[in-house]
């Protein structure tokens, strides 16, 4: 697509219930990354895969998040048994694999966890 | 671990006015990025910056780099209020040679009162 592409754009889930965040990386690109962005914390690493591996797993906060990459495409963020301090804008971006590249983030996808 | 930070905070600036936001950073690392966010909206990449001596311009706004002094600039020359956001910088600290792992700054937001 012409851009990156998140969804849902806006979640409200239950403490408790588990989540799942959508993102579609514009074509071509092989990197990949999730970002969270809340009040408290400002801008935050999650995530990062290379293809369909990710060899950065640092930023992941507990073992409550996962995601996998299918198809070097797209990619799915999981949160289970969500908590209020979950709640933020999750943001994926993409790039070419090429260090020194571009990173081009997505709208975000606003998680609300009551 | 990698610390970004920028100051100042906040920046109320009157339009006609220049300023610079300052991005330090606490680890070696010749790749930078700023980026701009409105409110509600995604990131904006505004400038990538790659090696020390780096400049770059984009109508009002101009970025650099020291590498040696671990600082980056950006400078706002006759603020319009079109340019009232928030400015994050972001350095990538990648252990790998392929992708962009970026650590953010907690941002700035400019405000440009008429």
């Known amino acids: 697509g012409a851009g990156v592409s998140q969804s849902p754009s806006n979640k409200v889930t239950e403490k408790g219930k588990d989540v799942e965040l959508r993102c579609d990386p514009i074509?071509?690109?092989?990197?990949l990354y999730w970002y969270r962005q809340s009040l408290g914390q400002g801008l935050e690493f999650l995530i990062y895969?290379?293809?369909?591996?990710?060899?950065?797993k640092s930023g992941l906060p507990s073992d409550r998040f996962s995601a996998e990459r299918t198809g070097g495409s797209v990619s799915t963020l999981t949160i289970q048994r969500t908590q209020q301090e979950d709640s933020a804008v999750y943001l994926c971006?993409?790039?070419?694999?090429?260090?020194?590249?571009?990173?081009?983030f997505g709208e975000g996808s606003w998680l609300t966890v009551v | 671990e990698l610390k970004v930070e920028q100051n100042p905070l906040f920046l109320s600036m009157q339009e006609g006015k220049n300023y610079t936001i300052y991005c330090n950073y606490s680890?070696?690392?010749?790749?930078l990025y700023w980026y701009r966010q409105d409110p509600g909206k995604s990131l904006e990449s505004l400038f990538v910056?790659?090696?020390?001596?780096a400049v770059k311009q984009e109508g009002r706004l101009m970025a650099s780099l020291d590498t040696k002094a671990r600082l980056s600039t950006l400078h706002i020359t006759a603020a319009v209020h079109d340019l009232s956001a928030t400015y994050f910088c972001?350095?990538?600290?990648?252990?790998?040679?392929?992708?962009?792992?970026?650590?953010f700054g907690g941002g700035t937001r400019l405000m440009v009162k008429p």
């Open positions: 074509s071509g690109h092989t990197a």
């Open positions: 895969f290379q293809g369909n591996s990710a060899p950065d």
């Open positions: 972001a350095v990538d600290g990648s252990r790998y040679n392929a992708g962009n792992m970026l650590t």
């Open positions: 910056l790659l090696s020390n001596g």
């Open positions: 971006a993409s790039s070419l694999v090429t260090s020194g590249n571009t990173i081009y």
């Open positions: 680890t070696t690392s010749d790749r």
